[in-house]
């Protein structure tokens, strides 16, 4: 049993280390900013002028664009990226499993997604005047919402090529679609009985939910089923892009 607690804390140490090299390599990188910062402000904005809405509710739809964006776009940037740079194949040569390297490359985005969260809260506490409802519940969901679109953001990541343009359109796309059937623009309530069941699709559906309950008090679908499909999401959403990983070591990316 102790052996096992060393070699999960030397996993976990290790998938640290990738994290922090990550950190200080890629976050002022121009697509990280762009596609992870720029992207979901100017979405927001644009979507909210001459819209009427309350404090809480624009919050709230700014965390859950936030998250999604942000989170998704370490990925599908950083992974081709090393791979064309090279560094990627040493870090598949390190002593440690795949598991452990995906994890740290998972973590890059959900960082990265929480930093950039904590900016959208306090632009809509300062510049909204929102309040929030339950703040415990806001910093669970922006944690487990993080985490989840990090590692759909991994499956990009993990098609097999070196350049970063061939991910981006795919991720972006797909994004996209998942954005316009969520309950982000149009909610739930105000969506028709077809509508809202394709809605249920998007895992950003329930982030937004989720976001809801947080900072308006209330939500449209259960707490625990928000909760429960995203975390059941991030694990999905693992399953593919280790398969997707070997796939590309087999054909030498």
Known sequence: MKN?????????????IVTLKDIK??????????FGFLMPFFMFFSFSVKREMSAGDGM??????TIFFTAAAAGPFI????????TYDRLLAAPMSLLTLLLGKIAVGAFFAI?????????GILFLDASIAQPILMI????IGSFTFSTMGL??????????GDVQMPSTLIRWVLLFISGVFVPLSEMSTVARGISYISPLTYSQDLMNHAVLGTGELALWLNLSVLFLSGVIFLLPSIKLHKRGRVLGY
């Open 25 to 34: 390599v890629y976050y002022l990188r121009p697509g990280m900013i762009m």
């Open 4 to 16: 096992f607690w060393t070699r999960i804390i030397e996993e976990l140490s290790q998938a640290w």
């Open 79 to 86: 992974i081709p990226t090393e791979r064309r740079l090279g």
């Open 140 to 143: 669970a969901g922006i944690f």
């Open 115 to 123: 930093a950039v969260s904590s900016i959208a809260v306090i632009i």
């Open 60 to 65: 709230a739809r700014l965390l859950a664009l």
């Open 155 to 164: 499956i990009f990541g993990s098609i097999p090529t070196r350049n970063p």
